[in-house]
């Protein structure tokens, strides 16, 4: 659980007493801590202390100034005193585990905290005795946290397991020395296991001096950290595991514990809390003692110098790009840099008089551009220009929300690259980056019509961007057909045409009738009269009151050119309706048929070119009568068709 904006409860003390009178005790057991062990203390003998060794917590009541603070986000209320359920004496702690979904906090935690601080310096444990009303391992029990912020010395202890009868437990102290003016006592937190909740007993809570706590075994993480001069960066994995009686048990110690030491402090220097100040450009090795015992592991820090050129110029077309942030190019808007979800900084700099976005303390950011979404779908690349001091990883996720413009809805989509030294294109350190990225390499990215978002993380906390656009390789598609359709060579005595420039038509009563899901206009392609449907779902052509005899005719001819993608499954139908003998729609003599033009056609559906169709009416299989042709029909998937030259001929 983590310890967040702290809520404090105080709990008075109860009235003053010989708080020492119960917790001077021979020898008791401890369970995985501890074995048998003294814990008689003689305080005389003691070096006087600017502050008092006071050693209980919580021992049929609250120790002298103890008080209790609440994590933000936990239930507030968990803490009770418990007068029935005591290992010793009239009383003991009682916390109350919600469940998951309790509406007043979804875990109990918090910490016991002195209002002067003690002197701990004479202790090397924390013990107290503690059960639970069912099975349960508690998530986290610890002392030096006071809930301020500002604590040094945290000590933890994960994964305590508690069974239902009391037990005694003891959490080491990892460098009592440290702890000459500490105000926090005791840290507990957790969150329940099951679907439901439980309680918790802790009871003589108390620090002690039990001389079997030997053989501690400090360590470090061994890692190689990279950082640009100026910034800072933190020691992790800080711990101890100390012999307790014979068996191991090991403390998540704050970095501040420990004395830490620079190979070269000219590169990289460490503070006494283990916060590494990167100096110049080099290499150094951060190593660690406990005391007078050395730690385990080492960290490598690689630090260099932040970019001093800008990077290279962008050469494409304005025309081919979508930018998001570039000087080569008028960018489009972008909500946020920065959003209020995410866990980075970001500033706008100079390098070499060049604009440039700066990352700093970079966990992942979200770049989004919701109001007004990005249709990509034409772009085939996405490039970013990255100065990194980590290149052993960087992620770029893009997010598309899909055809509502809105996050989730069920539409939306998206993909996540890693790149690094090996990907393609690999990324080094300390040097401006290059990269052109397939948009097929973002392979979940169903959908490109509407992105909206744009999320990187990566190992390195400092990053430069540049040059962050959308682009093509491919010219872009034209929106309407620049040339005319072929022009018909059938003699008009074997024509009957409804539509083109080349016959005299048919009447047509409509070209789009009131029943139908479409918009048509008469539009010009070089001088050449065409239909134009948009926002086509399914179109009626309807020539009822004049209805066509053609039972001459041998063929169905029409041209076609769209502009929208014609890859399966994309389908355009074309129907024929004949109303039979008596002129009318239904009477039970109607006939018609429907064919499907595609890709796979003879000749096949294709984008950005007229397509000639001279079908044969004997693959209307359907149409079996052709004395009173009434309606065409056209449907399918690209949503804007230009239509011409559409008639019957023999």
């Given at each position: 659980?983590?310890?967040?904006?702290?809520?404090?409860?105080?709990?008075?003390?109860?009235?003053?007493?010989?708080?020492?009178?119960?917790?001077?005790?021979?020898?008791?057991?401890?369970?995985?801590?501890?074995?048998?062990?003294?814990?008689?203390?003689?305080?005389?003998?003691?070096?006087?202390?600017?502050?008092?060794?006071?050693?209980?917590?919580?021992?049929?009541?609250?120790?002298?100034?103890?008080?209790?603070?609440?994590?933000?986000?936990?239930?507030?209320?968990?803490?009770?005193?418990?007068?029935?359920?005591?290992?010793?004496?009239?009383?003991?702690?009682?916390?109350?585990?919600?469940?998951?979904?309790?509406?007043?906090?979804?875990?109990?935690?918090?910490?016991?905290?002195?209002?002067?601080?003690?002197?701990?310096?004479?202790?090397?444990?924390?013990?107290?005795?503690?059960?639970?009303?069912?099975?349960?391992?508690?998530?986290?029990?610890?002392?030096?946290?006071?809930?301020?912020?500002?604590?040094?010395?945290?000590?933890?202890?994960?994964?305590?397991?508690?069974?239902?009868?009391?037990?005694?437990?003891?959490?080491?102290?990892?460098?009592?020395?440290?702890?000459?003016?500490?105000?926090?006592?005791?840290?507990?937190?957790?969150?329940?296991?099951?679907?439901?909740?439980?309680?918790?007993?802790?009871?003589?809570?108390?620090?002690?001096?039990?001389?079997?706590?030997?053989?501690?075994?400090?360590?470090?993480?061994?890692?190689?950290?990279?950082?640009?001069?100026?910034?800072?960066?933190?020691?992790?994995?800080?711990?101890?595991?100390?012999?307790?009686?014979?068996?191991?048990?090991?403390?998540?110690?704050?970095?501040?514990?420990?004395?830490?030491?620079?190979?070269?402090?000219?590169?990289?220097?460490?503070?006494?809390?283990?916060?590494?100040?990167?100096?110049?450009?080099?290499?150094?090795?951060?190593?660690?003692?406990?005391?007078?015992?050395?730690?385990?592991?080492?960290?490598?820090?690689?630090?260099?110098?932040?970019?001093?050129?800008?990077?290279?110029?962008?050469?494409?077309?304005?025309?081919?790009?979508?930018?998001?942030?570039?000087?080569?190019?008028?960018?489009?808007?972008?909500?946020?840099?920065?959003?209020?979800?995410?866990?980075?900084?970001?500033?706008?700099?100079?390098?070499?008089?060049?604009?440039?976005?700066?990352?700093?303390?970079?966990?992942?950011?979200?770049?989004?551009?919701?109001?007004?979404?990005?249709?990509?779908?034409?772009?085939?690349?996405?490039?970013?220009?990255?100065?990194?001091?980590?290149?052993?990883?960087?992620?770029?996720?893009?997010?598309?929300?899909?055809?509502?413009?809105?996050?989730?809805?069920?539409?939306?989509?998206?993909?996540?690259?890693?790149?690094?030294?090996?990907?393609?294109?690999?990324?080094?350190?300390?040097?401006?980056?290059?990269?052109?990225?397939?948009?097929?390499?973002?392979?979940?990215?169903?959908?490109?019509?509407?992105?909206?978002?744009?999320?990187?993380?990566?190992a390195s906390p400092t990053v430069y961007l540049d040059n962050i656009y959308f682009f093509t390789?491919?010219?872009?598609?034209?929106?309407?057909?620049?040339?005319?359709?072929?022009?018909?060579?059938?003699?008009?005595?074997?024509?009957?045409?409804?539509?083109?420039?080349?016959?005299?038509?048919?009447?047509?009563?409509?070209?789009?009738?009131?029943?139908?899901?479409?918009?048509?206009?008469?539009?010009?392609?070089?001088?050449?009269?065409?239909?134009?449907?948009?926002?086509?779902?399914?179109?009626?052509?309807?020539?009822?009151?004049?209805?066509?005899?053609?039972?001459?005719?041998?063929?169905?001819?029409?041209?076609?050119?769209?502009?929208?993608?014609?890859?399966?499954?994309?389908?355009?139908?074309?129907?024929?309706?004949?109303?039979?003998?008596?002129?009318?729609?239904?009477?039970?003599?109607?006939?018609?048929?429907?064919?499907?033009?595609?890709?796979?056609?003879?000749?096949?559906?294709?984008?950005?070119?007229?397509?000639?169709?001279?079908?044969?009416?004997?693959?209307?299989?359907?149409?079996?009568?052709?004395?009173?042709?009434?309606?065409?029909?056209?449907?399918?998937?690209?949503?804007?068709?230009?239509?011409?030259?559409?008639?019957?001929?023999?």
């Amino acid at each position: 659980m983590t310890a967040s904006t702290s809520q404090r409860l105080t709990v008075a003390a109860p009235a003053t007493r010989d708080m020492r009178r119960d917790w001077i005790r021979g020898a008791i057991p401890l369970v995985f801590l501890l074995g048998a062990a003294g814990c008689e203390r003689d305080i005389s003998v003691l070096e006087p202390a600017p502050f008092p060794p006071e050693a209980v917590v919580f021992d049929d009541g609250f120790g002298p100034g103890v008080q209790f603070s609440a994590f933000g986000g936990s239930k507030v209320d968990a803490l009770d005193i418990e007068h029935d359920e005591v290992y010793r004496g009239t009383a003991a702690l009682k916390f109350t585990i919600p469940a998951p979904t309790d509406p007043s906090g979804g875990y109990a935690g918090g910490v016991f905290y002195s209002e002067g601080p003690r002197d701990l310096t004479g202790f090397d444990a924390l013990t107290f005795w503690a059960k639970s009303s069912t099975a349960a391992t508690v998530n986290t029990i610890g002392v030096g946290n006071d809930n301020s912020g500002n604590s040094r010395y945290p000590a933890t202890i994960e994964g305590v397991p508690l069974s239902t009868r009391w037990t005694r437990y003891a959490l080491p102290l990892p460098l009592p020395s440290r702890l000459g003016e500490e105000r926090g006592l005791f840290l507990i937190a957790e969150g329940s296991e099951y679907p439901v909740g439980y309680d918790i007993f802790f009871d003589d809570v108390q620090f002690e001096r039990l001389g079997t706590i030997i053989n501690p075994r400090p360590e470090i993480a061994t890692q190689t950290v990279n950082g640009e001069v100026g910034g800072t960066l933190s020691v992790g994995g800080t711990q101890v595991t100390f012999d307790v009686n014979g068996q191991d048990q090991t403390v998540l110690a704050a970095p501040a514990y420990f004395t830490f030491t620079s190979s070269n402090s000219g590169v990289a220097s460490v503070t006494p809390d283990g916060s590494i100040s990167l100096v110049s450009a080099g290499t150094a090795t951060i190593t660690a003692t406990l005391g007078s015992t050395a730690a385990s592991g080492a960290v490598t820090v690689n630090v260099t110098a932040p970019p001093t050129g800008a990077p290279p110029v962008p050469t494409r077309a304005a025309s081919d790009v979508i930018s998001l942030f570039s000087d080569a190019y008028d960018d489009v808007p972008v909500d946020t840099w920065s959003a209020v979800w995410d866990q980075a900084d970001v500033e706008d700099i100079q390098v070499a008089g060049n604009p440039v976005k700066k990352y700093t303390n970079l966990a992942y950011a979200g770049i989004e551009f919701t109001s007004q979404t990005i249709n990509a779908s034409s772009m085939t690349g996405f490039h970013v220009d990255l100065w990194t001091n980590d290149p052993s990883a960087f992620r770029i996720k893009l997010v598309d929300f899909g055809s509502d413009g809105a996050f989730g809805g069920g539409d939306d989509s998206e993909h996540e690259i890693t790149l690094d030294q090996g990907s393609m294109p690999p990324i080094a350190a300390g040097a401006w980056n290059s990269l052109d990225i397939p948009l097929s390499d973002f392979a979940g990215l169903v959908n490109r019509g509407h992105v909206a978002q744009m999320i990187i993380s990566g190992a390195s906390p400092t990053v430069y961007l540049d040059n962050i656009y959308f682009f093509t390789t491919e010219p872009p598609a034209p929106t309407t057909p620049t040339d005319p359709a072929p022009t018909p060579t059938h003699a008009a005595a074997n024509v009957v045409s409804l539509f083109s420039d080349a016959y005299d038509d048919a009447a047509v009563d409509t070209w789009s009738a009131s029943w139908d899901q479409a918009d048509v206009e008469d539009v010009q392609v070089a001088g050449d009269n065409v239909k134009k449907y948009s926002n086509l779902v399914f179109a009626g052509i309807e020539f009822t009151s004049s209805t066509i005899g053609a039972d001459e005719m041998t063929h169905f001819h029409m041209d076609l050119w769209t502009p929208d993608p014609t890859a399966d499954p994309a389908a355009l139908r074309v129907k024929l309706v004949d109303f039979g003998a008596d002129g009318g729609f239904g009477g039970g003599d109607d006939t018609e048929h429907e064919l499907t033009l595609n890709r796979m056609s003879d000749p096949p559906l294709a984008t950005g070119m007229w397509v000639s169709y001279d079908i044969p009416l004997t693959a209307f299989t359907g149409l079996t009568t052709r004395g009173h042709l009434a309606q065409m029909i056209i449907s399918g998937d690209p949503n804007t068709l230009f239509v011409d030259n559409v008639y019957l001929h023999k």
